[in-house]
Every structure is written in structure tokens, then in C-alpha cells.
């Protein structure tokens, strides 16, 4: 459960029925009033880790880039491929996240104008006519993560409900999944769960719910009829790297049907050279980083030959376990802004 040091609202959203009943939930916090989220989300003089360990909450409309075309590489669509963003930074504290070295401010911006998202959705998969279309959420932040407030999952449900040549993938961390649960399950609404072996999720993923936890909460979506992906992202270079991902596989293939997953696949790590070196200015002692020993591109990254290592030998482990025609190679972790 977040515990936010503040609600920011915008100005022209207070009135929404949407923000009227999160102001409820937070009644026990500061409200404040602010004419556009970028007074406080963009000035320039914050610290985004003092900030991350306890941010405000921004309530706040969207007016313009509702929906963008999704990244080169990005998820398993190979056209009409998009994505939407209804909250920006993300609850959890992964250090390799690129978000802390994009965004100036920990604060999360929710944008409660859904109604605008679902139209503009509703024109992309109009143009795209009779042609598959591909939607991410969890781009930005976790699908998932702040549902309790957001509303988010229940109301893009029924959205995606009416559009069944359209797909949703929630990319997700989470193991709040009451409002999936509440739903019959849609074939075109993909839940993608990521996991990292125990040595990573121990060291550089704060925040993050137990393993034990989204194991049980993928099982009870699968159960439920969910359609559930598996996103291994990003691949980091460690000693014993290796044995960790053949102790993930057995414990997570040992837990669900294999014969029922969606897709599965892997991510290298990738970041923007500036937001690398925003990061390592945040964290300087922090050992993950000095093994990102090349800049390809204008994006840091592990050598190639680490790279190709690291992914064949991962490739192989996995074939043990899936078979090959679910799975995707994802190209990049994230694409400059």
C-alpha cells in the first residue's frame, strides 16, 4: 500500500466522479490544488531518491499523446503496435528501472481522463481495420501496482471487451489482482507477469512483493482463464547468473501450464546513455552499474559478447521448458524519448 506524503489535483479534473473517490480513499493526507502537473512533477531542482521514499500523488488530465506507436522491438505485436500511458513512475524501486533516470520527480501522475484514452484508442484500432492491433499499458509505471485508486483495470476491461481484433498487455509486478479476478477472463487482454532470479529481486528490486506471492497470483489467473505471459527483462550479467535462471525456470514452470501460456520472452538490458548517467549520479556506489561497460546507439548496455552469451545460454534453458513458437525475442527495454 503506497503511503503518499500528498494529493496534487489539477484544477480541471477536481470534479471528476473518478477523483472525487480517490480524494475520499486519501482523505488523511495534504490536498492541493495546482493549476498543471508539470508545476510540480517538472521542476528541476528535486532529488528523485529522497523523493521516491515517500512521493505525492498527481491527479492530472492528459490532453495531447494519448496513444504513441510503441518502440521498435517492443512486445509481440510485429504491426499496429502502441502504447498508452495513464500513470506515470512506477510504486516499486527496481535500480535498473530507467524511469529514475528519466523523470526529474518520484511523484506519480495518474491522468483520470479515461474517457479521452478510450476515444482515441477506439480511433487507432478503427484505422487499422480488420488488421490485429497491439496495446501496452505498463510502459511508464506497473499496470497493477496502484490499482486500488486508479480504477484503471476495471474500466480498460471494459473497453477492450467490445474490441476482440484489439490486444491489451498489462505488464505487471503486481500481485493485486482482485479487479482481474472480478472479470471474466477476455482472450485479447494479455496479463504479463516479469521475474527476475531471487539474487537480482533481493538486491535491486525494492518494493517488490515476494516471489512466493505472484507466483500464487499468476496460478489464480490462469486458473481463472487469464491469458499469461512471461517477461524475463532485463537479462543482467552477474556470477552464478546462469544457475539462478535454471532455479527460476523449474520453480516457475513447476507452478504453472505451460500448454496455457500466451508467450514468453527476454530483454536485454537497454537505457539511454542520459538517463544512465542521471542514475548513476543518484547511485554512485551502486556496483550493478559499473557492469554496463559499453554505449552502442546512445544506449548503455553489457557488452556484445556478454550479450550473446547470456542470451543463448538463457535461450537453451528455456527450450527445456516452453516450446520455441511462443517465444520472443524483445529488442529494447526502452527507446529514448
Not at 72 to 96: E, I, T, W
Request: proline share 6%.
Amino acid at each position: 500500500m503506497p503511503a503518499f506524503s500528498a494529493l496534487y489535483i489539477e484544477d480541471p479534473c477536481r470534479s471528476l466522479p473518478r477523483v472525487q473517490d480517490i480524494l475520499k480513499k486519501c482523505a488523511d493526507i495534504p490536498h492541493i490544488r495546482c493549476e498543471r502537473y508539470g508545476e510540480v512533477f517538472n521542476p528541476a531542482a528535486q532529488n528523485f531518491r529522497v523523493q521516491k521514499k515517500r512521493p505525492g500523488l498527481i491527479l492530472a488530465k492528459k490532453y495531447q499523446n494519448r496513444v504513441l506507436p510503441a518502440p521498435p522491438g517492443y512486445g509481440f505485436g510485429n504491426a499496429n503496435s502502441y502504447y498508452f500511458s495513464h500513470l506515470l513512475n512506477c510504486p516499486y524501486d527496481c535500480r535498473y528501472c530507467f524511469l529514475q533516470g528519466m523523470y526529474r520527480s518520484a511523484h506519480y501522475v495518474l491522468f483520470v481522463n479515461y474517457e479521452d484514452f478510450e476515444k482515441e484508442i477506439a480511433e487507432t484500432i478503427e484505422k487499422c481495420g480488420d488488421a490485429p492491433s497491439y496495446f501496452y499499458a505498463g510502459y511508464d509505471s506497473d499496470s497493477l501496482a496502484l490499482e486500488q485508486y486508479s480504477g484503471f483495470v476495471n474500466y480498460f476491461l471494459n473497453v477492450f471487451k467490445n474490441f476482440p481484433q484489439a490486444y491489451l498487455e498489462l505488464r505487471t509486478k503486481s500481485a493485486q489482482i482482485r479487479s482481474l479476478l472480478r472479470h471474466e477472463a477476455l482472450p485479447n487482454v494479455v496479463i504479463a507477469l516479469s521475474f527476475s532470479p531471487e539474487t537480482v529481486a533481493a538486491q535491486w528490486e525494492d518494493r517488490v512483493p515476494a516471489f512466493s506471492k505472484r507466483i500464487a497470483a499468476a496460478k489464480k489467473l490462469e486458473e481463472a482463464g487469464w491469458p499469461i505471459a512471461l517477461r524475463f527483462e532485463p537479462l543482467i550479467d552477474y556470477k552464478g547468473v546462469q544457475a539462478d535462471y535454471q532455479q527460476l525456470f523449474i520453480r516457475i514452470f513447476d507452478a504453472l501450464d505451460v500448454n496455457k501460456l500466451h508467450s514468453v520472452s527476454t530483454g536485454l538490458f537497454r537505457m539511454p546513455k542520459t538517463y544512465f548517467q542521471n542514475i548513476v549520479k543518484l547511485y554512485p556506489d551502486e556496483a550493478l552499474f559499473a557492469t554496463h561497460d559499453e554505449t552502442r546507439q546512445g544506449m548503455a548496455a553489457h557488452s556484445k559478447e556478454i550479450e550473446t552469451a547470456q542470451r543463448r545460454n538463457l535461450e537453451k534453458m528455456l527450450f527445456d521448458f516452453i516450446p520455441q513458437r511462443i517465444y520472443y525475442r524483445c529488442a529494447l527495454a526502452c527507446e529514448p524519448a
